[in-house]
């Protein structure tokens, strides 16, 4: 049973920095797209970042590109996504996920329960 367990979010002022962390369990993930999405309150979920978890080659939402950056570990079969200059409408519930092919079409086949990052002005 695939498992997605996100931690990390939390409370930070705007220009500030947090680091999300998603452990994956009960598969080999070696083959597999892992991303990071949020969802505002009121808004669709939207993609914010993927890794490719053999060729580490990553890609962004242009919202994102140059503050956050996504990252493995193999050892740990964890993803990270690093968050700095944050701004208020960063303020979402992060989900981690997890694809066999990509998660960039909004429809992987895995989900974590999401952590919730709130920016203050």
């Known amino acids: 049973q695939v498992q997605l367990v996100e931690s990390g979010g939390g409370l930070v002022q705007a220009g500030g920095s947090l680091r999300l962390s998603c452990a994956a369990s009960?598969?080999?993930?070696?083959?597999?797209?892992m991303g990071w999405f949020r969802q505002a309150p009121g808004k669709e979920r939207r993609f914010v970042a993927t890794?490719?978890?053999?060729?580490?080659?990553?890609y962004y939402a242009d919202s994102v590109k140059g503050r956050f950056t996504i990252s493995r570990d193999n050892a740990k079969n964890t993803v990270y996504l690093q968050m700095n200059s944050l701004r208020p409408e960063d303020t979402a519930v992060y989900y981690c996920a997890a694809d066999p092919r990509t998660v960039r079409d909004g429809r992987p086949d895995y989900w974590g329960q999401g952590t919730q990052v709130t920016v203050s002005s």
């Open positions: 009960g598969r080999t993930f070696s083959s597999y797209a």
């Open positions: 890794i490719y978890w053999d060729t580490g080659n990553t």
